[in-house]
């Protein structure tokens, strides 16, 4: 059974750092497209990255520059390192897995951007 379990969310003041993590199993991860997106209060899901199988990447105009997406395919692993945090950050952050018709979402991790 495919689980996707996020972890590394938190409290940071602006102009900090995260670095979060998706932890993939019961999939053969290489072959997976995978991706982040967030959902603040009040507002729909957004794409924030995505990574091909490939090493492909994409990115939402609002964290380009700031964020990088990464996966690790010896750990299946991916990674969403977030630099320059501002307040509009502040989301649930879900990872998500595609493969055809196939998607999976994890659990979702908050991070939240204060002073």
């Known amino acids: 059974q495919v689980q996707l379990v996020e972890s590394g969310g938190g409290l940071v003041h602006p102009g900090g750092s995260l670095r979060l993590s998706c932890a993939a199993s019961?999939?053969?991860?290489?072959?997976?497209?995978m991706g982040w997106y967030r959902q603040a209060p009040g507002q729909q899901r957004e794409l924030v990255a995505t990574?091909?199988?490939?090493?492909?990447?994409n990115y939402a105009d609002s964290v380009k520059g700031r964020f990088t997406i990464s996966r690790d395919n010896v750990k299946n692993t991916m990674y969403l390192q977030m630099n320059s945090l501002k307040p509009e950050d502040t989301a649930v952050y879900y990872c998500?897995?595609?493969?055809?018709?196939?998607?999976?979402w994890g659990q979702g991790t908050q991070v939240t951007v204060s002073s």
């Open positions: 998500n897995c595609k493969l055809a018709g196939f998607t999976r």
């Open positions: 019961g999939m053969s991860f290489t072959i997976y497209a």
């Open positions: 990574i091909s199988s490939g090493g492909s990447t």
